[in-house]
């Protein structure tokens, strides 16, 4: 399993104030769409505050998450804003969210003046692009229940808050958020929460989830 280093897409505070001098903050509530699949894509993102989901509608209507989520610190929108094309995907914010939002000629502007963000986008997204392939692996390579333990660790570095119960989950996500997220059912992810709250490697309070041992779920991921 190949190890993304998340810190390099965090921009440090004089990197997110050059940002905010061009942008407009926009605040979003839990669920809302920011753009959608088809929109012109006119302009990128900076996470503040909240959690981002990145996902497709199949045929048939079923969610299916692409990419990793996007937190606070982070830009989003960038790629088809860069060639000018139209979004591929969805993004909707997890819990309520605040973003930055920065029109392209601005964003183009900022690119121009401050070569240190340049190069930050420049490593964000070869960040990206290796997060895509190691997301292919996972789907060819693990069964559900591997994924799902991997899903709950990751959700653990990346939004973790500890607690006496355990490291609890610093947001909640539906069992379908979660089914679109690992490529299976509603139904197998309850069951297999159940399964990992009985072995006490997680524990489930008020639908809060807090990671007991690491160790036993990491034993899942085969």
């Not at 139209?86 to 964003?107: K, Q, S, Y």
Request: hydrophobic share 40%; charged share 25%; with cysteine.
């Amino acid at each position: 399993m190949e190890c993304i280093n998340h810190e390099a897409l965090e921009l440090d505070d004089h990197e997110k104030d050059l940002i905010r001098e061009y942008g407009t903050v926009v605040h979003y509530t839990k669920g809302q769409i920011i753009f959608s699949e088809g929109d012109t894509a006119d302009r990128i993102y900076l996470i503040e505050e909240g959690f981002v989901k990145i996902y497709r509608i199949t045929p048939d209507g079923r969610r299916v998450t692409v990419g990793s989520m996007r937190t606070s610190g982070q830009l989003m929108g960038l790629a088809e804003t860069l060639y000018h094309g139209e979004r591929t995907c969805f993004a909707g914010a997890i819990n309520d969210a605040t973003l930055v939002v920065v029109r392209n000629a601005r964003f183009e502007e900022l690119l121009v003046n401050h070569p240190s963000i340049a190069i930050k986008v420049a490593t964000t997204l070869g960040v990206r692009m290796r997060e895509a392939e190691a997301i292919i692996q996972e789907m060819v390579c693990f069964q559900v229940p591997g994924r799902l333990a991997m899903l709950l660790l990751k959700m653990t570095e990346r939004a973790g808050v500890e607690t006496q119960t355990g490291t609890k989950i610093g947001f909640r996500l539906t069992h379908e958020e979660i089914a679109c997220m690992i490529g299976t059912s509603r139904q197998t992810v309850t069951s297999l929460l159940n399964i990992f709250r009985q072995e006490n490697s997680i524990a489930i309070e008020e639908k809060e989830v807090y990671i007991l041992d690491t160790d036993k779920l990491s034993k899942w991921i085969v």
